[in-house]
């Protein structure tokens, strides 16, 4: 039986986990009837969570990844385009 070695790009897993908690944080807040865009921005500028409702636990998820990390993939992914 042959096993094939399968590589694993770290970049792309953590960028898709950031993917999905700015969209998980964002669906929670317009669900609640903030403006996501406004309220992500608040948070990653001052580093306040109170920028971020706790409905739908996105208070702790978006504090899940580091916000240089979540600045870093945005810029990233503004500049690609």
Do not use: C, F
């Not at 700015?22 to 001052?46: D, M, P």
């Not at 109170?50 to 996105?58: E, H, L, Q, R, T």
């Not at 208070?59 to 810029?75: D, G, K, M």
């Amino acid at each position: 039986m042959k096993t094939q070695t399968i590589a694993i790009n770290m970049d792309d897993i953590r960028n898709q986990n950031i993917k999905d908690v700015l969209t998980h944080v964002s669906e929670a807040l317009t669900e609640r009837g903030y403006n996501a865009v406004n309220q992500i921005a608040g948070y990653l500028i001052t580093n306040d969570p109170a920028y971020i409702s706790g409905y739908k636990n996105a208070r702790s998820v978006i504090q899940t990844v580091e916000r240089h990390e979540i600045i870093e993939a945005l810029v990233r992914e503004y500049l690609r385009k």
